[in-house]
């Protein structure tokens, strides 16, 4: 039987490969695979970097599978659904599946606080959502309008004066987590820390080094929030420190659930979506002068983005055992809708692989789907927009400069530098 550690170090194969590793004993062997190179864990240098995936949907390849990776706390496999229609049960049949606390990771320094709303079900979630979704509201990120405009032109400048420059590092980077900052009112001194943090948690895959950001980044949003609690202001912090559900104050694991979960959701998800985004539009310049001709055209095109650029393949875990496609799934077990294959399948999308900033009911899973659908959706597309909008607005053609580094995770991983030129 093969190592689990030493396959994990090793480069994903292009191929699902069977892999003769430990799982549990109602897995059918056969449906153990390598899938790490569709999860998201591999990066390319493909112009699509997510065309790969389409090689799951081959007539050899079973259609829900076992995967080892990404080994996590919680579990060390998971089921892997790969239709649309799998992957839409997996988000929305409550009675099936629950949520289960897959982004825990403080678990892992023994707190006991669980991400609000993502950990909870039923009636629980939707008190927190009911709570949390007007400071989120179309209405309330409108709100913010005026400053995201301001400061998306104000960072597009120092390009205009060199003719280019890393749109991943200076603007892919920053710009929605100055946004997230100022919407929090956590300090903007305190932006490359904040990264840092998440970069060792999400994307560290060492359990020391998550443990040690998560320590350090904890400590800071504790004392944070006693402080802001003490003398509020006019900012969502406040807002979520003093805030009542069904009539009570929250508790402090309530608060420092919401308050750290936020954190998570909030910092890199848009930064990774901009980095391919305009990835994309430097290697299409057709679909720029489109856009450019026809600005109307940019709510569509931002859909399409999100279709066409997942990042996060939601966890699911089994409330009651489930037999899907004569497979027996067990109470406990933990199974991935892989959005990347949901989203490109053709029996939900025509031409799948077409990038139509036209394209109707565009009901993709890159903000998920169900319950969970994602709280921060209306200001990441808000500031999906706005990019776009005075990109397209103020800066000619442009394409990726001969140095620029063409490597991209088809994944939540940022693209850490992009240099574009004119
Ligand atoms: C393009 C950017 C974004 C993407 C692709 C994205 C994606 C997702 C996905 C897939 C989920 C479901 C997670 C799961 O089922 O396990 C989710 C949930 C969530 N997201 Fe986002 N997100 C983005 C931006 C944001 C932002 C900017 C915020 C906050 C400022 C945010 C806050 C949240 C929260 C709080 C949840 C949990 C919702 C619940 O459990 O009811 N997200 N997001």
Request: hydrophobic share 40%; aromatic share 10%.
């Amino acid at each position: 039987m093969a190592d689990l550690m030493e396959i994990m170090m090793s480069p994903p194969p292009a191929d699902p490969v069977i892999l003769d590793v430990p799982a549990p004993a109602h897995v059918p062997k056969d449906l153990v695979r390598d899938l790490r190179a569709y999860q998201g864990l591999k990066p390319n240098t493909l112009d699509d970097p997510y065309l790969p995936s389409d090689r799951l949907r081959d007539a050899d390849i079973p259609p829900v599978m076992w995967s080892p990776f990404p080994a996590t706390w919680i579990t060390s496999g998971m089921w892997v659904v790969t239709s649309y229609k799998d992957c839409a049960k997996v988000y929305q049949d409550t009675e099936h599946f629950i949520s289960g606390g897959s982004a825990d990771f403080q678990k892992l320094i023994g707190e006991t606080f669980r991400c609000l709303p993502l950990s909870y079900d039923d009636k629980l979630h939707l008190a927190y959502r009911r709570f949390l979704n007007p400071f989120f509201s179309q209405k309330a990120v409108g709100e913010m309008d005026g400053y995201i405009r301001q400061l998306c032109d104000d960072m597009i400048d120092p390009f205009l004066a060199g003719n280019g420059g890393d749109f991943a590092h200076d603007f892919a980077r920053v710009f929605p987590v100055k946004v997230f900052l100022t919407l929090m009112g956590f300090p903007h001194t305190m932006l490359d820390q904040f990264l840092a943090w998440e970069d060792r948690i999400l994307h560290s895959r060492d359990f020391d080094i998550m443990r040690g950001a998560l320590t350090e980044v904890i400590a800071y949003l504790r004392k944070i929030m006693t402080d802001r609690e003490a003398v509020p202001q006019d900012d969502l912090l406040s807002k979520i420190l003093h805030g009542e559900i069904d009539g009570r104050p929250l508790t402090d694991e309530e608060k420092m659930g919401a308050v750290f979960l936020l954190w998570l959701g909030g910092l890199d998800t848009v930064a990774s979506t901009l980095g391919k985004m305009f990835r994309h539009l430097a290697l299409d310049h057709p679909l720029q002068a489109r856009l450019r001709e026809h600005p109307e055209l940019i709510p569509g095109a931002v859909e399409e983005f999100l279709r066409t650029q997942p990042l996060v393949f939601s966890m699911r875990q089994l409330r009651k055992d489930l037999t899907l496609h004569g497979i027996e799934m067990k109470a406990g077990d933990w199974i991935q809708a892989l959005s990347s294959q949901g989203n490109f399948d053709p029996e939900a999308f025509k031409c799948p692989r077409d990038f139509d900033p036209e394209r109707k009911a565009n009901r993709h899973f890159t903000l998920a789907s169900g319950p969970h659908l994602c709280l921060g959706a209306h200001l990441a597309r808000q500031e999906l927009r706005i990019a776009l909008e005075h990109w397209l607005r103020r800066v000619p053609t442009f394409s990726l400069a001969s140095e620029a580094d063409r490597e991209v995770y088809p994944g939540l991983h940022a693209t850490k530098t992009m240099q574009i030129a004119w």
